[in-house]
C-alpha cells in the first residue's frame, strides 16, 4: 500500500494523528528531502528508514518503489510540506501503483493553498489553482494571460526571488485587480498583504521579501446588465 501523506507546511504542532501513525507503520518512507524530514521523524519520535523521491530522481526511483509494494511492503511519500503531488513530486510514483493495481491512500493534512484562500476575502465558492508560474518574463505573462477572462478566484505559488517581478506582470496582464499575498503561512512571522496589485507592490517593494508565497487574485468581474 501507498500512503501520500501531508505533513505540516511550517508549524510543526499542524500535523494530525493519523498521519503520525501513518509514518510509524510502514516499512519505508519516501522523502523529498530526507534531512527536513527527518527533523520532522524526531519531533515525533518516528525512527523509519528513508528514501530520496524528489523532482530530480524520481524516474529512476518510482520502478524500484513499485517493485517494492508488489512484494507487499507499504511505503509512505511525503514532501518538504503539505500534500505531495500539489506543486511536489508525487503523481508519477502514484500514477505507477494505480496502474499496478496497488491501493494508494491519502492522509490529509496542511494545505497552503486552502489556507491562503480562506483568508484571502475574495470568492471561495470556485477557484484556479495554478502553481508556480515560468521563471522568464515572456512565458510568464503568457501563462497569466491564459486566466485572463477567468471569473474564478486564481490562486498560484511563487519564490521570493521572482515575487515582484511575477506581481508586476500580474498588474500588467490582468489590470489592478483585488489581491492577497500570503508569506509564511502557520510560521512566526506569517503575514498577508491585502490590496489591489498596485499596492501590494508598492508595500512589498519596500519590505524585506524571504520565504514561500501563496498569491491569490480576484477573477474577471463580468459587468451586471442593466
Do not use: W
Amino acid at each position: 500500500m501507498l500512503y501520500l501523506v501531508a505533513t505540516p507546511i511550517g508549524n510543526l504542532g499542524d500535523m494530525t494523528f493519523r498521519a503520525v501513525e501513518v509514518l510509524k507503520s510502514v516499512d519505508l518512507i519516501a522523502s523529498e528531502d530526507s534531512r527536513k524530514t527527518s527533523i520532522l521523524l524526531k519531533h515525533y519520535e518516528i525512527s523509519k528508514p528513508q528514501l530520496a523521491f524528489n523532482n530530480f530522481n524520481e524516474r529512476k526511483v518510482v520502478p524500484k518503489l513499485i517493485e517494492r509494494l508488489q512484494r507487499g511492503e507499504t511505503i509512505a511519500l511525503v514532501t518538504d510540506a503539505g500534500t505531495p503531488g500539489i506543486s511536489d513530486p508525487g503523481y508519477l510514483l502514484t500514477h505507477a501503483a494505480l496502474a499496478e493495481g496497488i491501493e494508494v491512500v491519502s492522509i490529509p493534512g496542511p494545505s497552503a493553498v486552502i489556507m491562503a484562500l480562506t483568508l484571502a476575502d475574495l470568492p471561495l465558492h470556485s477557484f484556479t489553482f495554478k502553481g508556480f508560474p515560468p521563471n522568464k518574463e515572456g512565458p510568464r505573462k503568457r501563462f497569466i494571460a491564459m486566466e485572463s477572462e477567468s471569473p474564478h478566484t486564481l490562486v498560484f505559488y511563487e519564490s521570493p526571488y521572482r515575487l515582484l517581478a511575477f506581481l508586476t506582470n500580474c498588474l500588467e496582464v490582468l489590470g489592478d485587480r483585488s489581491a492577497v499575498v500570503s508569506n509564511d503561512l502557520t510560521k512566526k512571522f506569517e503575514a498577508h498583504y491585502r490590496g489591489k496589485l498596485s499596492e501590494i507592490i508598492q508595500i512589498l517593494s519596500a519590505d524585506k521579501i524571504r520565504g514561500e508565497y501563496v498569491v491569490c487574485i480576484e477573477g474577471l468581474r463580468k459587468e451586471k446588465s442593466k
